[in-house]
């Protein structure tokens, strides 16, 4: 899951908003490229690099690839939960 994230942040706030992808590097080292790059980059910035087609009508600027990337960690926090859940009973609902 955290590779698939780490690989989405890479794609989508690096390749897609200035249109170069570094080579892969570890989960902290993306997020910090990721970092940089939003903190540095206008949210009505349209993107350099490349939209997949079927994102095309969605993806229009930075600030619709930042909220793409909110809705892809929330997606997948989901997923963590459940495994979360399957494997010690645990729901991060009410008291331990």
Do not use: C, K, N, Y
């Not at 970092?35 to 969605?58: V, Y």
């Not at 963590?80 to 859940?85: F, H, P, Y």
């Amino acid at each position: 899951m955290i590779e698939h994230l780490a690989h989405a942040e890479r794609f989508w706030l690096q390749q897609a908003i200035t249109g170069i992808a570094d080579p892969p590097a570890d989960w902290p080292a993306v997020e910090a490229e990721a970092d940089e790059i939003l903190a540095a980059t206008p949210l009505e910035f349209r993107p350099a690099g490349p939209i997949p087609p079927d994102m095309s009508d969605e993806i229009h600027t930075v600030r619709d690839i930042a909220l793409h990337m909110v809705e892809e960690a929330a997606r997948h926090a989901g997923h963590l939960d459940i495994a979360r859940e399957f494997l010690d009973g645990q729901t991060g609902l009410g008291p331990r």
